[in-house]
């Protein structure tokens, strides 16, 4: 497998007006902070972490969705594409889509469902009616859709049946790699698994590569290869996923991974729930050490001093924390 998508130094920031502070008074918000990680082709790599951990402006970003101010590079087959403009990133556009969270709110409800699946055909191709009609129907029968299903509005679909025409919409352009965004958190545990088994039979039948956003580590288990865990904009976490939940370096991925239900009467036994304390730090004012260390059970004065590097890990991954070593 090569590495298909290159993610260096991507940090993603947006401006903040200062209480009080009159006209042109305002700071920075930094959402994603200097964040590197690789996906190769074919590969499911996660990025975990609680809500405001950074990973869905992270994930957009690399999608050319923010509004914020970013910087870094995002290499696409190794080519960068956060410079691209115009027809360059309308071609970029083809190799890069997203299945959004809300299948409620991610369609258009004024257009039937055959031309929501076409849209990007039409904005990001210059195929044939005929072209685009044939692959709609392909669309179709590959997510479990009826053909007779196309004609219908959104409001006419269960929510699982919404996700699938998303995904459909995201397939439409035959893309590199698919940005799902939380793909299933909004719909019913028994559907959830429906759409897990279909985002993987598709990444099999298309050779897709995904960039799975979630905060569920018991999906993540089940869908990806490799985790990256975000917390306060950073990555504190990086390993392949049987590494990660076996072996967990970093406090705050054991906290995570404490509060992963099991069906496994053992598991249970042995696992100790690990209870984060207080509130992460305020964003505008971040500490200038490991920005975890407030909440860690097991912090010392020098993790509030220097921030930690993300380096090698006794699990074979990466980790910022500076008590664990490789070993």
Known sequence: MTELLEIENLSVRFPVRKKGAGWG????LTAVDSVNFTVRKGETLAIVGESGSGK??????IARLV????????RLEGKDILPLQQEQLKAMR?????????????????QRAEDIVREPLDSLTGKSASEKAAIVDELFAAVGLRPEQKRLFPHQFSGGQRQRIGI????STRPEVIICDEPVSALDVAVQAQILNLLRRLQADFGLTYLFISHDLGVVQHMCDSVAVMYMGKIVEH???IAL??????PYTEALLSAVPSVDAKRREE???ILIPGDPPDPLNLPKGCRFASRCPIAEPRCSESEPPLKQAGNGGMVACHLREAG
């Open 25 to 28: 008074g305002k700071t920075y």
């Open 56 to 61: 869905t402006t992270a994930a957009l970003a």
């Open 239 to 241: 390993a392949d996923r």
């Open 94 to 110: 083809r190799k890069v889509q997203v299945i959004f969270q809300d299948p409620y709110s991610s369609l258009n409800p004024r």
């Open 168 to 171: 459909a919409r995201a397939l």
């Open 67 to 74: 509004t914020g101010e970013t910087t870094g590079q995002v």
């Open 245 to 250: 939940f076996s072996n967990p370096q970093h």
């Open 271 to 273: 696992t100790r729930r």
